[in-house]
């Protein structure tokens, strides 16, 4: 089986910066892509920002230029870098993983999720 748990949510005042954390664990043989939803309420999930095996990074267009994902391939981890937040990113963030088990079978797998709150 395989686990992906976040981290790193919280209250934080508008013009802040949270960095989101997610950790992988489990039946592991690779990782391909590593990405980032959010979905607040009454709304529904959306991709903030992804990023391939090979290093490639999609972002929401709501985002860009103020959140940067990276990952470590070595930790099974995936990393989302906030700055200048502002009340409308509050959500719940999720983290997603496409792995490959050690049975060779591919699957996407989430994270429960951890909520980020801009607020004054």
């Known amino acids: 089986q395989v686990q992906l748990v976040e981290s790193g949510g919280g209250l934080v005042q508008p013009g802040g910066s949270l960095r989101l954390s997610c950790t992988a664990s489990?039946?592991?043989?690779?990782?391909?892509?590593m990405g980032w939803y959010r979905q607040a309420p009454g709304k529904e999930r959306e991709l903030v920002a992804r990023i391939t095996g090979g290093g490639s990074t999609i972002y929401g267009d709501s985002v860009k230029g103020r959140f940067t994902i990276s990952r470590d391939n070595a930790k099974n981890m995936v990393y989302l870098q906030m700055n200048s937040l502002k009340p409308e990113d509050t959500s719940v963030y999720y983290c997603?993983?496409?792995?490959?088990?050690?049975?060779?079978?591919?699957?996407?797998?989430w994270g429960k999720g951890t909520l980020v709150t801009v607020s004054s």
């Open positions: 997603k993983m496409r792995i490959m088990g050690r049975s060779r079978y591919v699957m996407d797998y």
């Open positions: 489990g039946s592991i043989f690779s990782i391909n892509d």
